[in-house]
């Protein structure tokens, strides 16, 4: 278990042996299964958040621009030409489209 | 051949791979479960600090550079942990006692594996042997030679000097020969 190198001090042998003794007593154990299961566990609590805040953001961002985004859609379906105050929703939109990938940012692991 | 842990860990962080840092716990959970057993006397206790290490190790996955071994980071961050609870318990009114034997969490066993062991005792075993040192030098012993890291990598994981290391290692090895009355190396 321990990594040695054929030590030539009695003192030496005497350690590792009782390091590999004492690390023998937890090498049945295994707690990989718990460690796995707690990560997959805190990975979908973690996305379940994520996804609710993307969520609400979006439903924010259309709120705040659903009587702009008809006027858009109105004036493109006629092909009318778009006011500036029109145009500023644009960046809005693509912010809003962009906040799931922008909050998975937040965390690399998601 | 096996997959080095450098290149499972690059697997879990660039690819997001679960599994390849599965396979990182199962190479180093005895080693940090018995890490964490040489620091805290309670076995249940312990895995739940090695369990803690490795979701923290998941977490923080991004931070090895690769310049060291992942074992002395693990072991770095293994300490830190440990470190955090004696914190904590230390503002219990019970404070935790570190470095204690092996017994099963009993408080009279603790106390009878610290009692000082006689020096010829045949075959002492760990509990004993590191009994007679004070805890600085057990941790270096449990960290050289129970993780089997370098003189350089413990300097990194406890930030002392290596001269520091080295001459605790030596301090220790001779208080156990004197104690134990085991001879030098010819």
């Not at chain 1, 805040?53 to 621009?65: E, I, N, P, Q, R």
């Not at chain 2, 006689?118 to 075959?123: A, N, Q, R, S």
């Not at chain 2, 000097?161 to 220790?172: E, F």
């Amino acid at each position: 278990m321990t990594d040695h190198n054929k030590p030539s001090d009695p003192l030496d042998d005497l350690l590792y042996a009782a390091f590999d003794r004492d690390m023998a007593n937890v090498a049945s154990i295994d707690i990989s299964g718990q460690v796995m299961k707690s990560l997959q566990r805190r990975l979908r609590l973690r996305a379940a958040v994520l996804g609710l805040s993307a969520f609400l953001g979006l439903c924010l961002v259309v709120a705040f621009t659903l009587p702009g985004l008809n006027e858009l859609l109105g004036r493109l379906a006629s092909a009318q030409p778009l006011s500036p105050s029109l145009m500023a929703v644009l960046p809005v939109i693509v912010v809003g489209a962009l906040a799931p990938w922008l909050l998975t940012m937040v965390d690399d692991r998601i | 051949m096996e997959i080095s842990d450098e290149t499972l860990v690059r697997q879990a962080v660039t690819l997001k791979d679960v599994s390849a840092f599965e396979q990182l716990v199962h190479r180093h959970q005895v080693r940090m479960l018995h890490l964490q057993r040489r620091f805290v006397r309670d076995h249940a206790l312990a895995e739940d600090l090695a369990q803690e290490t490795f979701l923290r190790a998941w977490d923080k996955l991004d931070t090895f550079r690769g310049t060291g071994s992942f074992a002395a980071w693990l072991t770095r961050l293994g300490y830190n942990i440990f470190l955090q609870h004696r914190r904590k318990m230390s503002n219990a009114t019970k404070a935790e006692q570190p470095y204690p034997d092996d017994a099963e969490g009993d408080a009279n066993a603790t106390t009878e594996a610290m009692a000082t062991p006689g020096p010829h005792d045949e075959l002492p075993d760990l509990p004993k042997l590191l009994a007679v040192l004070p805890e600085a030098e057990q941790l270096v012993l449990v960290l050289s030679y129970g993780q089997g890291l370098s003189v350089t990598e413990i300097s990194d994981v406890l930030d002392v000097p290596s001269g520091t290391i080295k001459s605790q290692i030596h301090r220790a090895k001779e208080k156990i020969r004197a104690h134990f009355k085991i001879e030098a190396a010819a």
